[in-house]
């Protein structure tokens, strides 16, 4: 099929900003709520698992939100819970090494965090658990779950699916199974398995507006010293390879966007700046972290607090730490105040999600991003000598050729210093699985169901590879060798990296990429056209 020429149809969706709280299926509650816990509780062991499901391209990193649960549960239960926490993904461990450390563990209640890439993975920990003993609880939040509880019931032996933030539900739900009380049906977020096969559903998502309440993470579980070395692979990210965590400042965001999984909601909820610093201040003085990624939403929406927070730290910790912010920012809305404020708190790798620069697409996919102004973040970041990396999403449903090829000629041509192209996966239950559905419904239903297996977002056969017939893949590397060989960039990242750490990033690309080689060799030194600055 020939998008370039083909008659483009009308989306069927309308957009209407609403007060979050009012919306169907949002429970707005308080941390405090959860109050305290009942005296007949039992004592119960509980183990946490992040799945290592295997991919030609395993990502690394601390796996926050079980470590904001563990902290939870502690804070809340104190010695009535046992808690363990294994992370299979950090060491490479099949879901079928668990059978052999159950008995060392003997928990009452095995609970998984899952990405939609790590489904069978997860699945698989279930199965294993319930064969070591049926009577142990099964659990399973993150990502994945939102809005999927009837298929996790289809699919798996969970028995317990938390969708959207489990803070004060998962607590909630403890307290209530090893008090021997009915879990019942008003526990937001929290569709349960009966022994008998019954299942009640809820589906709202619990909005917490008190994030000072929820304790930080369980920090002293983490090995630090093995999440820096597993990541070397992500220069982009860790130049120095230093030591490094995970923050959260903020929850949720308000834009429209009609991909995105809407896990925290669309209410903009965020920590005070005495508490973001305290947590900072944990990190670097009982842990020897100097390298902070912020991995909210979108951090610089309220642009006086972001501000003061990063004013605060570079006073506090003047050349001593570095951050980065691998998503979060939103492009269109950072000024040169704010920008300032962020190089002298000590950013040095700042990314810009950008997805596509087609009007017609910005307003298709509602992100209505103002490219201009985003280009004069990039420009700006790149002129204080922040390394800034863009965000491009490729293959969106009716997106034509002509569309895909200006939004890499956009990133090849400009000032970033790296870029990450993604093909399009219509997530289930967001507006744009609907228009994908209209597109082709093979495509959609073949593609949801191979993302749950394929261990990473990179499915061998696109979207709209399955859709449109265009081999959206061998376009994306072929744009990666143009853009990393691209003669002003290579001179910019020579200038910002070590020798060894850039030789070690081009030989990871050229070998992801060697595919394409042939097909692209000719047109890798092209001086292209100078990105102007208007």
């Known amino acids: ?118 489904a069978a993975a997860s699945y698989k920990l279930a199965s294993i658990v319930k064969k070591w003993n049926p009577e142990t609880i099964t659990a399973i939040g993150g990502p994945f779950t939102l809005r999927q509880a009837p298929l996790i019931f289809s699919e798996s032996h969970f028995d317990w699916v938390f969708e959207g933030a489990a803070d004060r539900t998962l607590i909630q739900a403890l307290q209530r199974f090893f008090s021997d009380l009915p879990l019942s049906s008003d526990i937001p977020g929290l569709s349960h398995r009966s022994a008998t096969g019954n299942v009640t559903h809820n589906h709202a998502q619990d909005l917490i507006t008190d994030m000072d309440a929820i304790p930080l993470p369980a920090w002293d579980l983490l090995d630090f010293e093995r999440y820096r070395k597993r990541d070397r692979k992500r220069i982009i990210s860790n130049i120095g390879e230093r030591r490094y965590a995970f923050l959260f400042t903020s929850r949720g965001c308000p834009y429209l966007c009609n991909y995105c999984h809407d896990v925290f909601t669309k209410r903009f909820v965020y920590r005070s700046e005495e508490s973001v610093l305290e947590e900072i201040r944990v990190l670097y003085e009982d842990y020897g972290v100097t390298e902070f990624h912020i991995v909210d939403d979108i951090f610089n929406l309220h642009r006086p607090r972001a501000q003061s927070i990063m004013r605060a730290i570079g006073k506090r910790w003047p050349g001593k730490l ?93 000032p970033l210093s790296h870029a990450h192209f993604f093909a399009v996966v219509p997530q289930p239950n967001t507006p744009i699985y609907n228009l994908a559905m209209q597109e082709s419904e093979a495509a959609t239903i073949g593609m949801a169901n191979d993302e749950r297996t394929s261990g990473d977002y990179l499915s061998p056969k696109t979207w709209y590879s399955r859709a449109y017939g265009h081999d959206l893949h061998s376009q994306i590397r072929s744009s990666f060798i143009r853009f990393y060989f691209h003669p002003p960039r290579v001179m910019r990242l020579a200038r910002a990296y070590s020798i060894i750490n850039l030789s070690t990033g081009l030989w990871f690309i050229l070998k992801s990429m060697a595919k394409s080689i042939p097909v692209t060799l000719s047109r890798i030194i092209q001086p292209g056209k100078k990105w102007s600055s208007d």
């Not at 690394?60 to 549960?73: F, N």
């Not at 993904?89 to 928990?107: G, V």
């Open 1 to 118: 099929m020939q998008l370039a020429h083909r008659k483009r149809r009308p989306m069927d969706m309308t957009t209407q900003k609403l007060r979050v709280e009012n919306l169907p299926g949002i429970n707005v509650s308080t941390y405090r709520d959860i109050g305290s816990p009942e005296s007949t509780i039992k004592p119960f062991t509980i183990l946490f698992i992040k799945p290592f499901q295997k991919t030609h391209d395993n990502s690394y990193g601390p796996p926050l939100g079980i470590l904001t649960l563990i902290a939870g549960i502690r804070a809340f239960f104190g010695a009535t819970a046992t808690v363990h926490f294994w992370d299979m993904n950090l060491y490479n461990n099949e879901p079928e090494t668990l059978a052999s450390r159950l008995d060392e563990f003997k928990p009452d209640i095995v609970g998984v965090s899952a990405l939609n890439c790590e």
């Open 322 to 414: 570095y951050l980065a912010f691998p998503n979060g920012l939103r492009g269109d809305i950072l000024d040169q105040e704010t920008i300032n404020a962020m190089v002298e708190g000590g950013t040095y790798h700042a990314t810009i999600s950008i997805e596509t620069v087609t009007p017609r697409l910005q307003t298709l996919v509602e992100k209505n991003l103002d490219i201009a102004k985003a280009k004069w973040s990039i420009k700006e970041f790149h002129r204080q000598g922040v390394i800034v990396q863009g965000a491009f999403m490729l293959g969106f449903p009716t997106e034509t050729l002509e569309e895909i090829r200006a939004t890499l000629s956009y990133a090849i041509k400009s």
